[in-house]
């Protein structure tokens, strides 16, 4: 199973951007998915998540400025970032809780995308 990130990039403060990560591979399923974020010199933090039947949770930092989708057909996660702040830069990365096989299932993580908010 592979996760390819796209969509960061360089953005002014106050600007938007949309990321995206696709799975591919053999799977039958996708549970949750979500957004992680790892700024330098500090820890991996989750930024938002979904779950199978769509319940979203957000970051504080984050809520009410980013919104996270999925699209089943597509086994894939989206996250539309507005109002980006200089804090908000960091390395993005997306991860997948999939169902293997019927007893079997394990986490896999993208590649990680760079988020940049500067003017």
């Known amino acids: 199973v592979q996760l390819q990130a796209s969509g960061g990039g360089l953005v002014q403060p106050g600007g938007s951007l949309r990321l995206s990560c696709a799975a591919s591979?053999?799977?039958?399923?996708?549970?949750?998915m979500a957004w992680h974020r790892q700024a330098p010199g500090k820890q991996r933090e989750l930024v938002a998540s979904?779950?199978?039947?769509?319940?979203?949770n957000y970051a504080d930092s984050v809520r009410g400025r980013f919104t996270i989708s999925r699209d089943n057909l597509k086994n894939s996660v989206s996250l539309q970032m507005n109002g980006l702040q200089p804090e908000d830069t960091a390395v993005y990365y997306c991860?997948?809780?999939?169902?293997?096989?019927?007893?079997?299932?394990?986490?896999?993580w993208g590649q990680g995308t760079q988020v940049t908010v500067s003017s």
């Open positions: 991860a997948a809780s999939v169902r293997i096989t019927t007893y079997n299932s394990a986490n896999y």
């Open positions: 591979g053999n799977f039958i399923s996708i549970y949750g």
């Open positions: 979904i779950s199978g039947s769509d319940n979203t």
